[in-house]
């Protein structure tokens, strides 16, 4: 957080909104909140947690999509700063909370693939969010003429991005959109949020993200384009989630079984309810077995779950050191996007959460999942009596 803070400490009103989502912890948001974190929210109970840890006004940016009209209500009474997704939102919004904001921001998507040099990054002609940049210029048209005094424009055009360039680049194009805007429409664009995207090295042979070289390097666009344009007061913002906190989390689970068929299996006693992106992704997430860090990584395994699905593992044709029952493994880099992304398929109850300290002790933050708690929506019923005692 301190670097980050520092790599953007040359923009005035730079702050962070801490990707709520990523990891929804009470506990460790607040520790965020320390450092003047802001929370990015997209949904009711994500305002729910920010409102209940004192972020409040502009201290909550609400970047939904596909909104509900009561989040807009909540949005709108805690004060958040709102982050249209879309043009027909404009009159939507407008009508379920009976104004529009002083304060309003735009997503932007300008279409086609988004390539740094010859790498394809992303492709945002695909992606469901943001307005088109005709539906943008109208956007702020619309809304200036409907009151709205300071602007934003935030883009997300590609994730996990493991590379410097991605900011910079992503920077240049909301930039000079921004000085094209304000001359147009007349609005005063008061930032930009360039969102989330930073990536993390899941694998130890990737060369980790240099903060430091991203914030120069959005300095320099931002030098280049919007201070000749008489923009120099404009405030950048991010959304950082997985960056904030992918690495210093991981996810501790015990081998349980081996079994050894057409391949060699280690079942462990956590599943793709406890960390999702394995199954969802096929992504990578760096395996070490607990006093076993320098044994030699001579056997192939896969790492699975126990759920009645096969894509249920955290490793396929790993190697690593020769497990036995009883070990402990340690998932690593699951601090964001991991335990929020869980569920509950096969009736599997999520594990808890616990804060490791500097000084090496430890405090629970979230306690397991009991049967109760998967029972808990029967409870109005009379079997659920039953289930949830
Ligand atoms: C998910 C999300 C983020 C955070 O993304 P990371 O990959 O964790 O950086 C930021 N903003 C919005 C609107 C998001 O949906």
Not at 49 to 66: R, T, W
Request: net charge negative; hydrophobic share 35%.
């Amino acid at each position: 957080m301190e670097a980050l803070r520092d790599a953007f400490s040359w923009n005035k009103g730079y702050k962070e909104y801490f990707a709520v989502k990523a990891t929804p912890n009470p506990f460790l948001i607040n520790i965020l909140r320390e450092y003047d974190c802001g929370c990015d929210c997209s949904s009711y109970t994500e305002l729910m947690l920010s409102e209940a840890i004192g972020a409040k006004g502009p201290d909550i940016m609400f970047s939904s999509n596909d909104t509900p009209a009561e989040e807009f209500v909540y949005a709108d009474k805690l004060g958040a700063i709102i982050n249209l997704d879309d043009f027909t939102h404009i009159d939507f919004l407008e009508k379920t909370i009976g104004h529009i904001p002083e304060t309003i921001s735009c997503r932007y998507n300008p279409g086609g693939l988004f390539k740094i040099s010859n790498d394809i990054m992303d492709n945002p002609g695909d992606s469901k969010y943001g307005m088109t940049t005709d539906q943008l210029f109208e956007a702020f048209k619309v809304l200036k003429q409907k009151g709205a005094k300071e602007f934003g424009i935030h883009a997300f055009l590609a994730s996990n991005t493991v590379t410097n360039d991605y900011y910079p680049m992503l920077a240049k194009v909301l930039f000079e959109i921004a000085v094209k805007l304000q001359k147009e429409t007349g609005v005063h664009i008061k930032f930009i949020n360039l969102s989330g995207g930073i990536g993390i090295p899941y694998n130890p042979d990737q060369e980790p993200n240099d903060i430091r070289a991203i914030g120069d390097g959005v300095r320099r666009v931002y030098e280049e384009v919007l201070v000749p344009a008489g923009m120099g007061d404009l405030e950048i913002y991010t959304e950082l989630g997985r960056y904030m906190m992918g690495p210093y989390g991981c996810l501790v689970t015990k081998a349980i079984h081996e079994k050894h068929t057409h391949k060699e299996y280690i079942g462990v006693d956590a599943c793709a309810v406890n960390l999702m992106r394995p199954a969802m992704y096929g992504a990578y997430h760096h395996i070490t077995v607990m006093g076993k860090e320098e044994a030699p990584c001579d056997h192939k395994y896969d790492v699975t779950g126990s759920l009645c699905e096969n894509n249920d593992k955290f490793a396929i044709d790993r190697m690593l050191p020769e497990i036995e029952k009883g070990d402990l493994l340690v998932i690593h880099d699951t601090g964001a996007h991991g335990f929020s992304m869980g569920y509950n398929y096969n009736g599997k109850l999520k594990s808890a959460e616990i804060l490791l300290k500097e000084d090496g002790s430890v405090q629970l933050i979230r306690r397991a999942e009991t049967p109760a708690d998967y029972f808990a929506t029967f409870d109005c019923f009379d079997i659920g009596k039953k289930l949830t005692k």
